[in-house]
């Protein structure tokens, strides 16, 4: 959410009642008044269903730091706030014109020319051409590498692996490019042979699947075009059934490689008890287009369009909101969780519907985070362990947070280890991917 590092630090320094001489809220909006240097407080305004950020500041950063210190405010310190029935004009007149203008953005997008259907039909004819023969000429690289044995790639030099991935690209097949990509890392360390046999092996089978793509099923056929790299608009998307429920994001992150920022959040629901990931991306000084807000053990009301898949995870949300506490009520943000064996078992099965699923989030319960020889484990009543992902900041953590006692833990599943995302415990969720805690 916040521009830079330097933001966050400068927002914090700003998150006491004391500096605010005003902050209110209603079910719509928090607004406040932010003394500064001047005569004049500045005034500082969250819209929640974005949540969307405006401040009377000189500052070009956005948000501001005002606007972070008011938003972590809210999360942290809620009981500061007047409730009101309607907020002030400076807010009102901001809100309206925020509505109109999404107003006119639907209006636009109704009003839009009708795609030209044969010029469309032509494009996608001509691309699977050019993914058919990316397919090819990998298809033959994958079989020489078989024949003459992964050590020879640890002789490859980056140039190699460089065209290999560009050729992908010039193909049009952009997830075949990737796979590539990580091939490349794992072959250069030159002490990972097992896990690239594993990555050439999947990326083989991608290859022959796709060669046979019609004899399958529709879910694996969305998967595997996914694979190669097809995108789905957001139109498609938007026209598949939605799940719509209260979902608590379980965690936010940003990465950021060159100048492209990716945002990931995760998210159950709490009546469907579905997993979903959302996947964004903007260039480093477009991060106002990400969302905004859904930190960890937030409650956003939202429907959820699933991308095709035999294990649909990832998904875009449409009339989504934050909820206050006021507006969850009693919504319980505990869900249920499962064993470490029915783990095992249901990622057995969504291997079995899509071979290339990757890490997927389960809530396991019962389990003690233990650290031995230097080492980060699960364990179940029954002695049963599973390896945690060495990130040793976050796991620490969670062996703090845990105290040595059962605790319920969320995170992705890899196939051979855990990657811990949060944790429940005392009634409290904690986002081990940052610093937030939040009451349950």
Request: net charge neutral.
């Amino acid at each position: 959410m916040a521009p830079d590092s330097a933001s966050v630090k400068a927002a914090q320094k700003l998150t006491s009642t004391s500096k605010w001489p005003l902050l209110e809220y209603n079910d719509d909006a928090i607004w406040g008044h932010c003394q500064g240097s001047g005569s004049k407080p500045y005034q500082s305004r969250i819209d929640l269903s974005g949540p969307a950020f405006k401040c009377s500041c000189p500052s070009r950063k956005f948000p501001c730091k005002h606007g972070l210190a008011l938003f972590l405010l809210y999360a942290q310190q809620q009981n500061g706030f007047t409730r009101q029935q309607d907020a002030p004009d400076w807010v009102a007149e901001w809100l309206e014109s925020r509505a109109d203008r999404e107003q006119k953005k639907v209006e636009r997008a109704q009003n839009k020319k009708p795609v030209d259907a044969a010029a469309k039909e032509k494009r996608k004819e001509q691309r699977e051409l050019k993914v058919s023969a990316g397919v090819e000429e990998l298809t033959l690289w994958a079989e020489d590498v078989a024949r003459t044995g992964l050590a020879d790639l640890q002789n490859k030099n980056y140039q190699y692996w460089k065209n290999l991935e560009s050729r992908m690209v010039d193909a049009q097949a952009p997830g075949l490019a990737n796979h590539v990509r990580q091939m490349a890392s794992l072959a250069i360390t030159g002490d990972r042979m097992s896990e690239l046999a594993a990555s050439l092996s999947r990326l083989y089978l991608l290859l022959n699947a796709y060669d046979r793509m019609e004899q399958l099923a529709e879910d694996l056929q969305a998967d595997i075009r996914t694979q190669i790299g097809w995108q789905w608009s957001q139109d498609e998307l938007l026209a598949i059934h939605p799940v719509e429920d209260v979902w608590l994001a379980l965690s936010h992150s940003q990465t950021q490689e060159d100048r492209l920022v990716m945002q990931v959040i995760h998210l159950v629901g709490l009546e469907s008890g579905r997993m979903a990931k959302v996947v964004n991306f903007a260039h480093e000084t477009q991060r106002s287009s990400l969302v905004m807000g859904w930190r960890g053990g937030q409650l956003i009301r939202g429907k959820a369009h699933f991308y095709p898949s035999g294990s649909p995870l990832r998904a875009i949300f449409a009339d989504a909101a934050t909820l206050s506490p006021e507006r969850a009520g009693d919504t319980h943000t505990t869900p249920a969780g499962m064993s470490l064996d029915a783990m095992f078992n249901q990622y057995e099965q969504l291997l079995a519907r899509n071979p290339w699923v990757g890490p997927y989030p389960f809530i396991v319960d019962a389990v003690v985070p233990w650290r031995q020889d230097d080492a980060f484990w699960l364990v179940d009543a029954g002695g049963k362990a599973v390896p945690l992902a060495e990130r040793a900041g976050d796991l620490w953590k969670l062996l703090a947070v845990s105290g040595g006692h059962p605790v319920r833990v969320v995170g992705e599943w890899c196939g051979d280890r855990f990657n811990p995302l949060g944790v429940w415990a005392e009634r409290q969720y904690f986002d081990v991917t940052s610093r937030q805690a939040l009451a349950a």
